[in-house]
């Protein structure tokens, strides 16, 4: 696997569980779009997470691992379209961010409503009290 360091050095890393950084300054960016967090929350929701073993022939490590089907995943932006098709886990990270602040966005809507229906709730119990006695009366 070739990576672009942040110096835009490129190196290569035969590992298959490759992580690669790189810059990420608007000096060397162009086209920069904010992603619609509820496409990332949908995407997010639609993985399906899993433990799993490389096959023999793939690898030596046979250890368990954790991770993603590349054939699962519904961004093409997300899948390496390699000899064996792979993930670019670290592009997933902007797609979990967008996803925990349409949950937060959602989080916040709902303590408003809450607090309103509370403040609500309140003024009418004080209301049927109010009548309660006056009909007692």
Known sequence: ?????????????DSPLTACSGASSRTVKHDIFTLNPIESLNLILGLRPISFVYNKGYTTDQTTHLGFVAEEVSDPLLIDKGTVPGLKYVEFIPRIVGAIQEIWYKITDIAERVSKLEKTNLELE????????QCVQ
């Open 126 to 133: 004080a209301r049927i009290e109010r009548l309660e006695r």
């Open 1 to 13: 696997v070739l990576c672009i360091n942040s110096s835009g050095t490129i190196i290569q890393d």
